[in-house]
């Protein structure tokens, strides 16, 4: 049994004295539920992405089902999309009773291979969804000339993207535009910019971000905001069955601070990384990042593989640095591998299943402190040593 009296986390949101402010501020309004704060996080978050607009929601899993329900996906369809991805990617689909198709990621991006979109692409497809994975850029050009001429529209999961960009045309361009049809973000403690939980759909089309509003409501005619706010008497109706996926002001005040905070988090989160990739490209067995040139991630998460050269598995380095008082994470999960999707499929993943079992996720939050980063860096530089 381990004795180490270290402990460093995994993750740690970046929460302080203007967060609770902001909430102590929400809930003393005597507003709390999706009113004021909720519209001014949506058009400050679609400035910042440089989306026309933005739709806030409880979680990206619903943003997810929203972006499907409302462009119609349902039972029968099809929906490609990437099984290396977390379970709520392919749920989404199923919940609009659709069927997930499958295809292998590029083991050097962790993101959809865009040479195997084509191919999976049927009468029954109505859609596309690649996944920004770790924050990392997917190659959404190659992506979108496919959608386009299929006539498909695309949306993105960029749950962990927050602040990533591409290089579109010679210019650096935020995830979230959107470029495909549609965006999903994620706001869980796990994610850079956090509210708790919570989630936003961006667009470029107002009549999907009309459709958003009324659905993520109930399907509610008139917003609960205007009727109160209303001099005269208003019965709302409900001609859509809706959801209830909305956001809460409180939250929303939080994603606002969080939001002001973000280029600082970011720059912090950046130079952690480079000082881990410059260490470990001198480690033989473990190989960091390697970003293409057109892309920025936000290094919501700090991918290393575990190659055969190196002494332990990667299980086997987990739990070393876990007996160390480090805590680390297995490589992305793959939905295909899930008792729940069992029998869906015979997929040929091979890419997104070597990168579930030999990746492993180390730690990396704005708060770090040097010294951490520095101990977890000794750590492998002594497993690196070990005799196989």
């Not at 929303?252 to 000082?275: F, N, T």
């Amino acid at each position: 049994m381990s004795t180490c009296t270290r402990k460093i986390p995994i993750a740690r949101p970046s929460l302080g004295e203007e967060e609770a402010e902001a909430a102590r501020r929400a809930i003393l309004s005597g507003w709390i539920t999706q009113g004021p704060e909720v519209a001014a996080f949506e058009e400050e978050f679609a400035s910042y992405v440089g989306a026309p607009h933005a739709c806030a929601v409880s979680s990206c899993t619903t943003a997810l089902h929203l972006a499907l329900h409302a462009l119609g996906v349902g039972p029968g369809d099809e929906v490609v999309t990437v099984s290396h991805s977390f379970i709520a990617t392919a749920n989404a689909v199923r919940y609009c009773g659709a069927v997930p198709v499958f295809v292998d990621i590029d083991p050097r991006t962790y993101n959809m291979d865009p040479g195997l979109v084509e191919g999976a692409i049927t009468p029954r497809t109505r859609a596309i969804i690649p996944v920004h994975q770790m924050g990392i850029p997917c190659d959404m050009p190659a992506i979108l000339e496919i959608a386009s001429r299929r006539g498909l529209p695309v949306v993105e999961d960029a749950a962990c993207a927050i602040g990533s960009e591409m290089l579109i045309d010679d210019r650096w361009e935020r995830i979230g535009r959107p470029h495909g049809t549609i965006s999903c973000f994620s706001f869980h403690p796990r994610k850079i910019l956090t509210t708790g939980d919570g989630g936003m759909l961006t667009t470029a089309d107002p009549e999907l971000d009309r459709r958003f509003r009324l659905l993520r409501q109930h399907g509610m005619s008139v917003p609960d905001t205007v009727r109160h706010s209303a001099s005269t008497v208003i019965f709302e109706e409900y001609p859509v069955v809706g959801f209830n996926y909305r956001m809460t002001d409180i939250q929303a005040a939080i994603g606002r601070v969080q939001l002001e905070k973000l280029p600082a988090m970011l720059a912090r989160r950046r130079d952690l990384a480079d000082r881990y990739t410059g260490i470990l490209l001198g480690i033989d067995g473990l190989e960091p990042l390697a970003l293409p040139a057109w892309a920025r991630t936000n290094f919501q998460s700090n991918p290393v593989r575990v190659t055969p050269r190196f002494p332990l598995t990667r299980d086997a380095v987990i739990q070393a640095l876990l007996d160390r008082g480090v805590s680390t994470r297995r490589g992305i999960m793959n939905a295909h591998q899930e008792p729940s999707y069992t029998g869906t499929g015979l997929w040929s993943l091979p890419h997104s299943e070597h990168a579930r079992d030999q990746v492993l996720l180390l730690p990396l939050y704005d708060t770090m402190d040097p010294d951490d980063q520095a101990y977890i860096l000794d750590q492998l530089r002594e497993l690196a040593g070990r005799e196989s």
